[in-house]
């Protein structure tokens, strides 16, 4: 290796399971910084090339104060409808709930990371869901004239059975991820059991402890300020122009309904036609990136080392000052995304940047400006860029493996498949995996030349022996250890394996002759590393994909369509895709059930709840009215749709269906009193807005930050919280009107 154009070694440095990699990086900074004081004056340096924890304590800060925002949002949210006093009640829930949450992961051997901040985000809003329905319940008696511990009793039996069927049917729709296969699923395996925990968690808090609370302030959590005044006329005038809209829509149920039909249809055209962009793996960029230089097989390493210290240089050349934390040449190994190759024709360049700042080129502008310059390099090598994405470990989004038995075909094919890939759109860094051999020179004694200069065959085949590996003379004894003593010719650097054979050799007779002459050499080639995929030998061509011109699932198509037009050239030859795509099919093929496992589940709570197999479709209606709001959200905000939103929107399924929970459960109470459908459906609709614009809001202010970067983006968990948002504002606003629609007049029909 070369640091700087000085000579180094580089060691890579690896932490085991469970281990703290912050920690870890300190204690290395130590020994570094200890070791270094050492060895002051003997012209040695160590130096940290690259610090992979940058990023991590990045993410970790980009998380944790969008976690802080969105505490605060919430806050600012309870104390908007419910004061200041019942705010901090609800504080203390949200305290409560994410302290059992961490000591519960804690006991499980769960490590703070990204992914458990993640699930923390999500649920934030949603652990004040429930203590929210229940305060406003208790504060509605309370503001009537009722004592404070009767009004948290009454409360409870009125709106226990609800909160407890909301809180069960979100995690229903979290707890079937937890089995979600495929990298996505190994990768977010937390977040669920993070989200259920804290629910959990919540649910206890607001059942028994919350009424306490409540109980113990008594009438003062009921504010006469001026404030409280404007707050219970803004309450009112939501509930009055809320119930006029709701009675013109029910005027007219069959257009506004048909309005939302159209909505829902006009979202699945849009998915369909192309509009919204499809990116499933959608990652925060690592600031580090190599520049792959392959040699040929026969390449010595200082040839590699060499050609890789000019490739260093036209980087270095292209990087602008501040940009770049280290460069580093490499020979005989080269890292990529799932293995680490060794061999004296690989080498590599390692451009470790500093971390991002204002004005700072991004780290895809880096590469494509200087592609040209890298690629176009004088020499043997074939140069290729490898960028790193922070997130699960992933295949290229083109990865395809040509199978073949005859090693010519197999090569033909291969060389066809690069061929296809490179006419890609946005295709980019297209290489296989192929290695060829080296030179290889047979050797085989000429007994009759042998025998003409006086030699024993035996006797030359030892002479080439002691040339190349030597021979065994004596054992010796090292500490009880056996040594064997090995005599071979003086170590020399052979360019060509020929050379060999124009080495001199003494014969009996006093004359001289070379090696070659008592020899047949036969010139080749030795095979290289062989691989097989499912019984049969593959080459893997790769390619990366600029997200900007093509994705995945087009590139890929495009490659098989092509395929199909040249097959017949290689009969015995066949494509299995794997790479990004494979993983986004598994995921894909994980995702359908899981979905519809969580709906299922959803659907049982729903029925055992309101003992009916009927009105659980009514309330089930919000789960296509959130897919059409993710939908919106992707069409406004130009966001690419990702596995990482579809996995929001399973989540979504859970948390949408709470505000039709509530209100119809409502209704259905009023319709057991007497009341008749119309009226019992307007009470319902006045009684609970307030409520599912309190529980929507706390949610959707919980993950507002992260979703629209107010602390700082991530393209990783950002659509998640996005999906979320977007998906439960818009079937909130839609089920306020839509699910009593459809309930008046289905009730109505059920009784006639």
């Avoid at 949450?101 to 923390?120: C, E, Q």
């Avoid at 024709?345 to 080129?361: E, T």
């Avoid at 002479?463 to 003379?473: I, Q, T």
């Avoid at 319902?684 to 107010?710: C, E, P």
Wanted: charged share 20%; glycine share 8%; proline share 4%.
């Amino acid at each position: 290796a070369a640091m700087n154009g000085q000579p180094g070694v580089m060691m890579s440095i690896t932490k085991i399971g469970y281990t703290n990699t912050l920690e870890l990086v300190g204690r290395i900074r130590d020994y570094i910084d200890r070791k270094n004081a050492v060895l002051a004056g003997s012209g040695l340096k160590l130096t940290l090339t690259d610090d992979q924890t940058i990023p991590t304590r990045q993410a970790l800060s980009v998380m944790q104060n969008n976690a802080a925002i969105g505490l605060l949002l919430v806050l600012g949210f309870c104390w908007l409808f419910l004061g200041s006093r019942i705010a901090a009640l609800v504080a203390l829930g949200v305290v409560f709930s994410v302290a059992g949450a961490f000591v519960i992961l804690d006991a499980v051997g769960s490590t703070l990371n990204v992914s458990v901040l993640l699930g923390i985000v999500i649920v934030l809003g949603m652990l004040v869901d429930d203590a929210v329905v229940i305060v406003e319940a208790t504060y509605f008696r309370m503001e009537r004239g009722m004592a404070a511990l009767d009004a948290a009793l009454d409360a409870l039996r009125e709106v226990g059975l609800p909160v407890s069927a909301a809180v069960s049917t979100t995690i229903a729709a979290f707890l079937p991820l937890m089995l979600l296969t495929g990298i996505v699923g190994k990768f977010m395996f937390v977040i669920p059991f993070v989200v259920t925990v804290g629910l959990a968690v919540s649910l206890i808090e607001a059942f028994w402890m919350l009424p306490a609370h409540v109980s113990a302030l008594g009438r003062r959590a009921i504010s006469h300020s001026k404030t409280q005044r404007l707050r219970e006329r803004g309450t009112h005038w939501v509930r009055l122009k809320y119930t006029r809209m709701l009675i013109r829509v029910m005027r007219y149920p069959v257009r506004y309904l048909g309005l939302a039909l159209a909505l829902f249809i006009g979202a699945g055209a849009a998915v369909g036609a192309g509009w919204v962009k499809f990116q499933f793996f959608a990652f925060d960029p690592i600031r580090l990136y190599y520049v792959n230089v392959d040699m040929p097989a026969d390449a010595p390493l200082e040839e590699t080392l060499r050609q890789a210290q000019v490739v260093e240089a036209r980087v270095r050349s292209e990087l602008r000052a501040g940009e770049a934390r280290s460069v580093i040449s490499l020979a005989g190994v080269q890292f990529t995304e799932t293995e680490v190759l060794y061999g004296d024709q690989y080498g590599q360049i390692a451009v470790s940047l500093n971390p991002a700042k204002p004005g700072m080129r991004g780290l895809d502008a880096i590469i494509e400006d200087m592609r040209e310059m890298v690629t176009s390099t004088p020499g043997r090598a074939t140069i290729s860029f490898l960028k790193l994405s922070g997130g699960p470990p992933t295949a290229k989004p083109i990865s395809v493996k040509v199978r073949a038995d005859d090693r010519q075909e197999l090569r033909a094919a291969a060389d066809a498949v690069k061929t296809i890939v490179s006419r890609i759109p946005g295709a980019r860094d297209v290489v296989d995996n192929d290695i060829t051999g080296r030179a290889e020179l047979s050797l085989k004694v000429d007994v009759n030349a042998a025998r003409n200069a006086g030699l024993d065959p035996g006797l030359v085949a030892q002479l080439v022996r002691l040339h190349l590996d030597g021979e065994v003379v004596a054992d010796l004894r090292d500490q009880g250890e056996k040594v064997e003593l090995r005599v071979r010719a003086a170590p020399r650097t052979v360019v060509r394996v020929e050379e060999l054979l124009d080495d001199p050799i003494a014969l009996p007779s006093g004359g001289i002759t070379d090696l070659g002459a008592l020899l047949i050499a036969e010139e080749g080639e030795s095979l290289g590393l062989i691989r097989h995929w499912n019984l049969r030998r593959a080459i893997t061509v790769e390619a990366d994909l600029d997200p900007e011109l093509n994705n995945t699932l087009s590139a890929n198509n495009e490659l098989r369509a092509e395929w199909e037009k040249i097959r017949a050239r290689y009969p015995n030859a066949d494509l299995d895709f794997s790479g990004e795509l494979d993983d986004i099919n598994e995921s894909l093929d994980a995702m359908g059930p899981l979905f519809l496992l969580g709906v299922g589940l959803i659907y049982l709570i729903l029925a055992a709840q309101f003992r009916s197999y009927f009105q659980p479709f009514l309330i089930l209606v919000t789960v296509p009215l959130a897919f059409t709001g993710v939908t919106l959200g992707l069409l406004v905000s130009g966001n690419p749709m990702s596995l990482y939103t579809l996995y929001g929107v399973i989540a979504l399924t859970g948390i949408a269906v709470n505000a039709a929970i509530v209100l119809i459960d409502a209704a259905n109470a009023r319709r057991a009193s007497g009341m008749r459908t119309l009226h019992a459906t307007l009470y319902a609709a006045r009684r609970r807005v307030i409520a599912i614009l309190m529980t929507t809001g706390t949610t959707i202010a919980g993950l507002f930050s992260l979703a629209f970067g107010l602390a700082g983006k991530s393209l990783l968990w950002g659509p998640v919280a996005a999906s979320i948002v977007w998906g439960l504002a818009f079937s909130t606003v839609l089920t306020l009107f839509v699910v009593p629609v459809l309930y008046r007049f289905f009730m109505r029909q059920r009784r006639r």
